[in-house]
Structure formats: structure tokens, C-alpha cells
């Protein structure tokens, strides 16, 4: 599955790389005048990983950032790439259109560049030189590497040679029309390679083993391998030109003649030479640890086939597990498992008797890399031959959990929160879910009780590994049931935090209490959530940074109920940068959008929410995560209507997720009941907002950003519902459920909601016709969103104001709030909403009383 995030090591750091490297660039290139450039050579030959991160570069760090100065430029051939590879998709992702992308197609020369070049090098007239650049044009097809090599071939049979008499190059045109060349290039290259003496011919074969290039010390250390000299050799094939000697390293000038001095070598000759370099140089690991990597490549390409001897085959394999293990630490998860894997290949039939220790850890960690590279297919098979011959529970653990993620992140959320349940079951942890809710709450609350902040900080780190695994399957409970089943949260979040307190605390530890904090101030109690969501961020630096983005978010979701809301955009910008040095994907999208909700309910100017909104629409789509693009899209789909652009937002994947998931099904409802009430869309408003009622039961267990915006809009539609439906009791129910929430969210934060709760005070008292009391409130409310910079609702409260004083006839009142609010709606860039408000004033005032204070507003796009 092409949606499989995995948040464990292997993918937590192949992306801490990639983020990485994208900073570096992106410092540099902003930091400099100069431009940074980066040239890659050979693309076609790039694993999927080195593609993923030059993309990532591409489109975060460099090109498309407006302050550095970065260009990139790749080379491929583009007769070795297809459909499967690589780099054909990222070719094919239109997304590189965005960082100025242009792609530039070099041909073979024809005829006419031919014989300029010629002319040119040989600093003769085109007329004079054409009989020569027509033969070898014939000869090459204008194949620039053939054409070199070819000159140099003719000058060094003297057939091309320069006249002293004449002063000028000559050719002897009739014997090399004569002289049978071949017509392909990599034969050219093999016949010059054969014409060479036989010590550089030897030289040239052992080097192409190697790869491109190999550098000087390695040379030396090979020299005393193989006990023979080389480097004569090399100096000859570097004066040749088959060889460059760039500072310490011997590279092939050109990877075809790699190929043609490879190519000399039969097949049965390439297996035999390939294991004896392994043999030869698996030893000097100890001296330098990069030549595991040699030594166990030499191997690979030799194959099991090549082993003499019984022993040498878990010799290999051990080897193998070493160099992938290292490259695991180096984050290349695509050449790691192809380490495991060929490890795998080397074991003899009866490994899983024999070797059982090497044999588990090859599988364990090849299941990890596999599901790292979105390998499913490999992963269950290796995991079913651990569950097969797993000699105990304990040794499968590691293989069920990739499984387990594998299954949550592949739309099968609910068959992996059943499969994490049966295996804490086995482990004997049982959630005890059929318990009342109440009294798990309570519960978890008077363990609590128990401990000073001091005494949890200090508790011992967890040192028990069926434990520490178990604290994982936990975590991951906690993420997948509180977007399926967010009732059974206290359970799972109690067991963390009992087994923390018990066992010790281990990296998942913190998850347990920023959960715990995040639901108990949904419910009510925010001045204990808040203690609670502090607590597990001053866990992070005691049992280290695994987890620190998820914690992050969740603990700035807490206090944005606490704090002024502007300064929740910081601390989103920490978690965002927590999770990407941590590899997790999923929660620095998740950081990312918060973010976003904050500046739209902060009243950030909606042209920036338009652009921030891209932004993350992009990185969801990159990252291939559906739920965080639909429900980016939707926001955006508002913010282009407040603005009053004509763009069109299409949403591919909205109709099947708003089916299948409640949190954007939800999403879905609020956004449309939102908007037909910024519009003044009556009928529309209240279908939606009933529909919304009626999911919002399933609704996320923790205090979110979005619940704000929830409160406030539900019980502004529902107070204007009541005012015209004959089901007023049920719609004032409803309406002063939510004015009593924003009013006990004003109790802990004034700054952001004081406002807000006095706006559905000045609406419900409207509603029961007590007009004075309604006036103080809409001042209130008008001044609060004023002195608490939100402007968009002190736009809201002037219109709303508007439409009381118009409802008791008080025209001039009415229409000093309506320019007033026409005004702050347009400081706010909701041009849309200004010319609504226009047409809206322009049918309910005669035109004398507005012509000269009101005119519709242009959107700046």
C-alpha cells in the first residue's frame, strides 16, 4: 500500500534525514548570494529512497522556496527508465512543475553539430573537415561518448594525425572507410579494453566489481588483499582515458566503459571473483567499517551458489545482518533490507534449527525495513515464517506489532485495533473495556492522586523489553480508537499510565498522560487537564523525544483552552519540527493542519489562510495522506468563498471518506452548516447543523481546536433557528448548550472566548426578546473580539448586532454596525462576504442612506 506510514525507527529516521537535509540546503541557499548547485549523475540507476529525497528537496527545501538560491540538475538516460522505476514517477509527478522544473533532452548529434565539433577540435573549416565527421557520423549515429572515443581511436592508430608540413590535421580517409569498426559503443569500448596490455585489462576487470570509483586507500588495502599491484595498472588505464583521478579517487571516465570492462568477465568468472574479493576483504572490517559493506556486496553478487564450504553460509549471513544494520543506522532502509534479505538467501535449510538467533533477527528486521518501503507483500511473508517458527510468544512480538501497523495504516483500522487487543490480551493485559467509563476515569484520577509531578517525573525508566513493546501496541490503541471508538479511550489511556507507574516509564509513556489530560479537559476539568499535558511534555526529557510531536500536538490542543490561541501557533510549529527530526510523518501533517485550524479560528487574513491551505493540501498529497487533504480542502473551499473567488476546489476522495469516516463526515457537516450561515443561507444552515447533531456523538475524546469553532457557529445557527422554527425548545437547548461551553472555556480563558460566550449571550437574549440586556451583550462581545485581536469576530458581532437593531427598526443604529462590520469583514480579506453584506444592505436601506458609505469590495486576486 502506497499509504502505509510506519512510525517506528525505520521510517522515523529515513524521514529525519530527508527533513534534514532539506534544512541544510535550504540555510545555505538562503544564507549565501552565490547559488548552491547539486548535480546528480545516472538517475535511472536511483533507488526509490534517493528519489523520495530529492523530491522532497525539490519541493521543501530549495526550488520551491522564494529566499534561496539552490539549482538542481539531474541526469539520466531515458531509454533505462519505465513505468516501475523510480524516477519515471517522480517525472511524472506534477507537482515538480511547482519548483520550476525544466526538462531538457540531449540527443545524439546529427550530421551538421558533427561536423561543427570536428571542425571545431580539429581547428579546421567545416568544408575541410566533413569528409571525416560524415564517415564518423555514419559510424557513431552521433553518439557523443562513441564520437570521443572513436578520434582518439583513429589518432592513436594514425590514421588521424597532425602534418607538420601542412601545419594542419590530416586523415587518411580511404583506409579508414577500410578499418571495420564495430557499431555499437560498449563493443567499441570492450575492443580498445581487449588492445590493452594485460596487466591493465586485469586492473580494469577487478575495478568494474567495485562499482564507478573507488578511492586510493581502498586501492592499497585491495593491493595487499589480493597480494598484487594495481596501481601501475590504473596509472596506465588513467593516461588512456578510461580512468579519471579526481584528488583521491579513481572513478570510470564514463560508466559504459564500467560495463564493457564488466562484460569481459564471463558469467562463471564473475560469480568466482566476486566471493573471493568477499572473502579477502570481509577481514579488514575490523579496520574500517565501511568495508562490511564491500565485503558483503562482493558476497551478494557472488550467491549462495558460490559457497564451498558448509560453514562459510551463516558466516555471510551474519555479515549481511551487520552491513544491513549499519545501514539501518545510516537511514537506507531500501539497501538494508536488501542486505537482510540476501542474508535470508545465504541460510541453509535447516537455519531455523541451526542458527535460530541469526535466523530471527534477519527476519525481524527485513519484516521492519519491508514495511518501511511499503512492501507488504514481503512483510507477511517474512512475518509468517517468524509466527511459524518463533520458538515463543515473545520472540513474535516484534513481527506482529509491523503487522498490526501495517494494518492501521491500509484502511483496516478496525481488524488492527481488534489484532492489538488479542495480542495484549495474550501478553495479559486486558483493557477491561465492558467498565463503566465514570469509574475508569476515576480510577486513573486517584492513581494519580497518589504521586506528586516530582515523584511521576522521577519513576525509573521501564527496563523490560515484552513491557516496552506492550507500552507500544498501547500507543497505538490510543491513535487508532480515538478516530473509531473514542469510548474506549480512559481504558487504554489508564493502562499506559498504570503499567508506567508500575513497570517504569518507558518512550511511549508520555503518550498515556497527554491523552489523559486532553480527555478529562474535554470533559470539563481543563485546570487538571492542563496540569497533566504539562507533565507528559516534561516526560519527553526524561525517557527521551520518540513520541515528542504526537505529545506536542495534543498538549497545545490543551492549552489553546488555556492560553491565548495565537500562541498555540508556535508551539504547532515546535511539534511540526519534533515530528519531522523523528522521522513521524503522520503527526507533523497532523501538527501542520492544528496549525492551520489555530490561524482560522486566531482570525489570520484569510489571503495567507488560502496559501497556508495549499501548502498543506500539497504536503498531504505528497505524503498520501487522503483524511488531511479532504479535510484541508473543505477549509479551503470556505476560505475561497469568503474571499469571493471564482476557483473551483475539487475534492476526488471527499464522497468515499465522508462515507466511510465519522471525524470527516463531521467535518463535512460543520463546513457546510459554517458557511450557509456566513451567507445567511437559512434553510441550508439548519439541514446541516442537524445533520451535524446528529454524528457529532462520535466525535473525537479530546479538546480540540476545531471544537471551538463548533460551539460557537451551532449555537449562533441554532439561536436564529429558534427565533423562526416552531421547534424553538429543542433549538434554545441546543443553543445554550453551547453558550454554557464557550461560557466555561471563558472561565479558563478569557482572552479567546470571552468574546465568543458573549456573542451567544447578546444571540439568546435576542431570542427570549430582551432587548437590553441583548445591546450590553453585543457591545461586549464587539469590544472583547477588538481588544483580543479577532478581527473576523468583530466583524460577525457589528453584523449580528446589525440585524438585532434592524429587527427593532432602530435603521440608524443598524446601519453604523453594518459599515462597521462591511469594514473589519474586508480588513479581514473576506471579500466576499463585504459584497454579500452590500447586496444584503442595498435591499433593506433606501439607496440615499448608502451610496456614499458603502460600495461592494474587489478581491485582490
Not at 532539506?22 to 544564507?31: D, G, P, Q
Not at 485495533?417 to 484520577?445: F, H, P, V, Y
Amino acid at each position: 500500500s502506497n499509504c502505509i506510514i510506519h512510525d517506528e525507527g525505520c521510517t522515523n529516521a529515513q524521514n529525519r534525514v530527508q527533513y534534514l537535509l532539506c534544512r541544510f540546503v535550504e540555510v545555505l541557499s538562503s544564507t549565501f548570494a552565490a547559488t548552491v548547485t547539486l548535480c546528480l549523475d545516472d538517475l535511472q540507476w536511483a533507488d526509490s529512497t534517493s528519489i523520495a529525497a530529492v523530491n522532497q528537496l525539490l519541493l521543501t527545501g530549495g526550488l520551491a522556496s522564494q529566499n534561496t538560491h539552490f539549482f538542481f540538475l539531474g541526469c539520466y538516460r531515458d531509454g533505462e527508465t519505465d513505468n516501475c522505476n523510480p524516477l519515471w514517477k517522480s517525472l511524472c509527478n506534477n507537482n515538480l512543475v511547482n519548483a520550476g522544473s525544466t526538462d531538457v533532452k540531449l540527443d545524439c548529434m546529427d550530421e551538421e553539430t558533427l561536423t561543427t565539433m570536428v571542425s571545431e577540435t580539429l581547428c579546421l573549416l567545416p568544408r575541410l573537415t566533413r569528409s571525416l565527421s560524415s564517415i564518423i557520423y555514419h559510424k557513431t549515429k552521433g553518439n557523443p561518448l562513441f564520437v570521443t572515443r572513436l578520434l582518439t581511436s583513429l589518432s592513436k592508430d594514425g590514421l588521424l594525425r597532425p602534418s607538420l608540413r601542412r601545419r594542419r590535421w590530416e586523415w587518411d580517409k580511404e583506409k579508414i572507410l577500410c578499418q571495420k569498426l564495430p557499431d555499437d559503443v560498449a563493443e567499441f569500448l570492450m575492443h580498445t579494453i581487449i588492445s590493452l596490455p594485460y596487466d591493465v585489462k586485469s586492473v580494469l576487470t577487478i575495478l568494474s566489481c567495485f562499482g564507478a570509483s573507488v578511492d586510493s586507500s581502498f586501492v592499497k588495502k585491495l593491493e595487499g588483499a589480493l597480494d598484487r599491484a594495481l596501481l601501475d595498472g590504473i596509472d596506465t588505464a588513467v593516461a588512456e582515458g578510461l580512468l579519471d583521478k579526481i584528488d583521491d579517487h579513481y572513478r570510470f571516465s564514463h560508466d559504459r566503459i564500467q560495463e564493457a570492462a564488466y562484460n569481459m568477465m564471463n558469467s562463471l568468472d564473475r560469480c568466482k571473483f566476486h566471493f573471493s574479493y568477499g572473502l579477502v576483504l570481509a577481514p579488514l572490517e575490523a579496520e574500517e567499517d565501511d568495508y562490511i559493506f564491500t565485503a558483503a556486496t562482493q558476497f551478494n553478487l557472488a550467491g549462495p551458489e558460490a559457497v564451498e564450504e558448509k560453514g562459510q553460509n551463516a558466516i555471510i549471513a551474519d555479515l549481511n545482518l551487520r552491513a544491513g544494520k549499519k545501514a539501518m543506522d545510516m537511514s537506507h532502509f531500501e539497501v538494508a533490507y536488501s542486505y537482510f534479505d540476501h542474508g535470508i538467501t545465504f541460510l541453509r535449510k535447516k537455519h531455523w534449527e541451526e542458527h535460530y538467533a541469526l535466523s530471527l533477527e534477519l527476519f525481524d528486521l527485513a519484516a521492519r525495513c519491508a514495511l518501511t518501503n511499503g512492501d507488504i507483500v514481503s512483510l507477511k511473508l517474512l512475518s509468517e515464517q517468524v509466527i511459524a517458527y518463533g520458538r515463543s510468544y515473545e520472540d513474535k512480538l516484534n513481527v506482529l506489532y509491523l503487522v498490526t501497523c501495517s494494518l492501521a495504516f491500509s484502511s483496516k483500522l478496525p481488524e488492527s485495533i481488534e489484532k492489538g487487543l488479542d495480542i495484549l490480551a495474550n501478553l495479559g493485559i486486558d483493557l477491561q473495556e465492558s467498565r463503566n467509563t465514570e469509574a475508569c476515569i476515576q480510577e486513573t484520577t486517584t492513581l494519580l492522586s497518589t504521586r506528586t509531578d516530582d515523584e511521576i517525573l522521577n519513576t525509573r525508566q521501564m527496563t523490560e523489553p515484552t513491557m516496552i513493546i506492550a507500552l507500544k501496541f498501547l500507543a497505538k490503541l490510543e491513535l487508532g480508537m480515538t478516530q473509531i471508538k473514542p469510548r474506549f479511550i480512559p481504558f487504554v489511556t489508564q493502562k499506559i499510565i498504570e503499567l508506567s507507574l508500575a513497570k517504569g516509564m518507558s518512550p511511549m509513556s508520555p503518550i498515556g498522560f497527554v491523552y489523559f489530560g486532553a480527555f478529562i479537559s474535554k470533559r470539563g476539568d481543563i485546570s487538571s487537564g492542563y496540569r497533566y499535558v504539562k507533565l507528559a511534555l516534561s516526560l519527553l526529557d526524561k525517557v527521551g523525544r520518540e513520541s515528542a510531536g504526537e505529545v506536542i500536538c495534543m498538549a497545545t490542543q490543551v492549552k489553546i483552552f488555556v492560553e491565548p490561541i495565537q500562541a498555540a501557533l508556535e508551539h504547532h510549529n515546535d511539534g511540526y519540527a519534533a515530528s519531522m527530526v523523528a522521522g513521524d510523518v503522520y503527526n507533523a501533517l497532523l501538527n501542520t493542519s492544528l496549525r492551520r485550524a489555530c490561524m482560522y479560528v486566531a482570525g489570520v487574513n484569510l489571503q495567507t489562510m488560502q496559501e497556508e491551505y495549499d501548502e498543506i493540501g500539497r504536503l498531504a498529497k505528497e505524503n498520501n495522506h487522503s483524511i488531511f487533504l479532504v479535510q484541508a480542502k473543505q477549509v479551503q473551499r470556505d476560505v475561497l468563498r469568503l474571499i469571493g473567488s471564482d476557483e473551483e476546489v475539487t475534492i476526488p476522495e471527499e464522497e468515499k471518506l465522508v462515507a466511510s469516516n465519522n471525524s470527516v463526515l463531521k467535518s463535512f457537516f460543520f463546513r457546510n452548516a459554517h458557511i450557509s450561515f456566513m451567507f445567511r443561507s437559512y434553510d441550508d444552515a439548519k439541514e446541516y447543523v442537524s445533520k451535524f447533531y446528529d454524528c457529532r456523538e462520535n466525535a473525537w475524546a479530546h479538546l480540540m481546536v476545531t471544537h471551538i469553532n463548533n460551539a460557537l457557529y451551532t449555537g449562533l445557527i441554532s439561536f436564529w433557528v429558534a427565533r423562526k422554527s416552531r421547534d424553538a425548545q429543542c433549538w434554545f437547548a441546543r443553543g445554550n448548550e453551547s453558550k454554557l461551553t464557550l461560557k466555561r472555556w471563558a472561565e479558563s480563558s478569557p482572552w479567546t472566548f470571552e468574546n465568543k460566550w458573549h456573542l451567544l449571550e447578546a444571540e439568546e437574549s435576542f431570542s427570549h426578546n430582551d432587548y437590553e440586556v441583548a445591546k450590553l451583550f453585543y457591545k461586549q462581545a464587539i469590544s472583547s473580539a477588538k481588544l483580543h485581536k479577532f478581527v473576523h469576530e468583530e466583524a460577525l458581532a457589528y453584523e449580528l448586532a446589525a440585524y438585532f437593531y434592524l429587527e427593532l427598526g432602530e435603521m440608524e443604529q443598524s446601519m453604523e454596525y453594518f459599515l462597521a462590520a462591511h469594514e473589519r469583514y474586508h480588513e479581514w480579506g473576506a471579500f466576499g462576504k463585504c459584497n454579500s453584506l452590500f447586496e444584503f444592505v442595498k435591499s433593506s436601506f433606501s439607496p440615499t442612506s448608502i451610496e456614499s458609505d458603502f460600495s461592494p469590495s474587489v478581491s485582490g486576486n
